[in-house]
């Protein structure tokens, strides 16, 4: 399973985009990128799917280079309510293929 | 749909008693996982099953801990006997084979172990 290292802790303030990068330089050709958001006493949600390029849905955006060896998930005009932590995980699609869950990104949004 | 539920929502036990916790996936998924959260350790896969068949247990603890799918709506995660520190939040998730959508987390089970 290929390694991800994402920032520990962010700040931010109401209105402000938020871009979360995450390092996954051995990322193998059949792994996607995933991100999960979880709010405090909550399970992880899925929020996004990648595998190159940009994809965008009604949360967030997810920018990956050419090379794949990172990932950006940028969340815009971020509110008081997107606190919370944010994985990024890098795995196959296929179904039944484990995720492991990394420390995590832990989000602040400030008044 | 009522997504994946999970029961109890808290647990208190003393140690050494037995803890059964519950899980029903969403209908149609055909992988189930159990996880447990803690500060310190962050979140642990411990067991997955692709068609009520357990896949991989290697994030089982020991041998206190055991799970159960017996049939495709519904599985157990049994601890036995139960110690302090498996104090924890413990996450049910579900999934759909194909789907290009990620897995179904439960609301979790917070267990405290006295």
């Known amino acids: 399973l290929a390694k991800t290292t994402q920032p520990i802790s962010m700040d931010s303030y109401e209105g402000q985009e938020v871009n979360i990068t995450c390092s996954h330089n051995n990322i193998a050709t059949n792994d996607y990128i995933t991100w999960y958001q979880q709010f405090p006493s909550q399970g992880p949600r899925f929020i996004i799917q990648?595998?190159?390029t940009k994809v965008t849905n009604e949360v967030a955006s997810l920018f990956i280079p050419a090379d794949r060896k990172s990932s950006t998930l940028s969340l815009p005009r971020v509110s008081l309510s997107d606190t919370a932590v944010y994985y990024c995980l890098v795995g196959r699609r296929a179904a039944g293929n484990k995720l492991t869950f990394g420390g995590g990104t832990r989000v602040l949004v400030k008044p | 749909d009522a997504g994946v539920i999970q029961s109890p929502r808290h647990e208190v036990t003393e140690m050494g008693q037995e803890v059964t916790l519950r899980c029903k996936p969403i209908s149609g998924h055909n992988s189930l996982f159990w996880y447990r959260q803690t500060m310190m350790r962050g979140l642990e896969l411990l067991i997955y099953f692709n068609n009520n068949v357990p896949i991989d247990d290697s994030g089982m603890p020991e041998d206190r801990f055991s799970a159960k799918m017996p049939n495709a709506s519904f599985s157990t995660l049994k601890i036995q006997p139960s110690e302090p520190r498996d104090s924890a939040v413990y996450f049910c998730?579900?999934?759909?084979?194909?789907?290009?959508?990620?897995?179904?987390f439960g609301s979790g089970t917070r267990l405290t172990v006295v």
């Open positions: 998730a579900s999934r759909f084979q194909g789907a290009n959508y990620g897995y179904t």
């Open positions: 990648g595998y190159k």
